[in-house]
């Protein structure tokens, strides 16, 4: 299918990418995971190497960091420690048109039906974090 375009909630025109066509599984109805995926101005093999570094350095008081970390043939997947909760990242970067690229992320909790919005802060803040290092916010 096409790749739809929204806007965001959060940042007015910030292009966020219909997730039907994400290669992530979808959430379902767990209020203790959230899922994204997000056009970049880049192509892949650049956003899959500043998305590890941004991981790789990630550290929120409330999200936690990632404390394990293994790449994948098209992004990475890491677990992350919150407290005594665990909490698993997937993301993926596929191609996308004119030289861009489609970020997908999915972070979602063990264990627990909520997680106070953890996991999608955690999203937001890697998201904003790659924007950042490529310089496209």
Do not use: W
């Amino acid at each position: 299918g096409g790749v739809g375009m929204l806007a965001s909630h959060r940042m007015g025109s910030r292009p966020e990418v219909d997730g039907a066509d994400s290669p992530l599984p979808s959430c379902g109805p767990y209020p203790n995971c959230a899922r994204l995926s997000r056009a970049i101005p880049a192509n892949a093999e650049t956003v899959r190497r500043v998305a590890e570094a941004a991981v790789r350095s990630d550290r929120g008081l409330l999200t936690g960091r990632a404390d394990e970390l293994s790449l994948t043939q098209g992004g990475l997947r890491a677990t992350y420690k919150v407290g005594p909760f665990t909490d698993d990242l997937a993301l993926e970067v596929t191609a996308g048109p004119d030289g861009q690229s489609v970020l997908h992320l999915r972070s979602a909790s063990r264990a627990g039906r909520s997680d106070l919005g953890v996991n999608q802060r955690r999203l937001d803040r890697l998201t904003d974090d790659i924007l950042a290092r490529l310089d496209v916010l």
